[in-house]
């Protein structure tokens, strides 16, 4: 258990549709960083909040967009899904800006039809 | 693009070590090697980290080269538990650098 849970755990769309999925951040830290997996490969970056702002982002298109809450909760939204969106979504904590480990949760699986 | 080059997949006798080897000839000065592993359909588990001195915790230890330009984690007795794919990262210093993974080694432990 490292204290990040994310809801829901699985999850169908259908394309073009919109998606919320959540994250809450385990006690004391600030930072919220979330991955796509895809099967067979490692996670992707997508980006990550520190205290409500975003500083940091990967490859990924405008219609993934999060929001980070003042209680370091989070939320990732993907606009107009497409087939490809269909993966493991996981979020991570970390306590600050300092090297430190980071915290997952057991991830969101997607599925877009 | 990660910056590690990993063995694909190993085998390890339950009981004995497991030596899980990283190229990171790449890595610069500030940067650290961090070993994350991934169970079956569950988040990346963080397992150690360092910066150029061997470090050991309650799951493995980290052995890192002097030039720092390679590293190998060592789990001294696998069990079945530890079968799962073992993830070695190099990160900056900065808190705002993300995690990036490359495939990993599909570590598995026999009986």
């Known amino acids: 258990e490292t204290g990040v849970t994310q809801s829901p755990t699985h999850l169908i769309k259908t394309r073009g549709q919109q998606v919320t999925l959540r994250c809450s951040s385990q006690?004391?830290?600030?930072?919220v960083s979330w991955y796509q997996q895809a099967l067979g490969q490692g996670p992707q970056f997508i980006f990550q909040y520190y205290r409500e702002e975003e500083n940091g982002r990967g490859n990924f298109p405008p219609r993934f967009s999060g929001l980070q809450f003042p209680n370091y909760s989070s939320e990732l939204n993907v606009n107009a899904l497409e087939l490809d969106d269909s993966a493991l979504y996981l979020c991570?904590?970390?306590?600050?800006?300092?090297?430190?480990?980071?915290?997952f949760g057991q991830g969101t699986r997607l599925t877009v039809v | 693009d990660a910056k590690t080059t990993q063995p694909t997949s190993m085998d390890c006798a339950e009981g004995r070590a497991a030596n899980l080897p990283c190229n990171h000839s790449t890595i610069s000065g500030n940067e650290y090697v961090y070993w994350y592993r991934q169970i079956h359909s569950q988040g990346p588990q963080y397992i150690i980290h360092g910066l150029k001195n061997n470090e050991t915790n309650e799951m493995a230890s980290l052995i890192i080269t002097e030039d720092r330009k390679s590293s190998t984690l060592i789990l001294p007795h696998a069990t079945l538990r530890d079968t799962a794919v073992y993830y070695c990262i190099v990160r900056g210093r900065s808190g705002n650098t993300p995690l990036v993974f490359g495939k990993g080694t599909r570590l598995s432990v026999i009986a």
């Open positions: 006690s004391g830290h600030n930072t």
């Open positions: 991570a904590s970390s306590a600050g800006q300092q090297n430190t480990e980071a915290f």
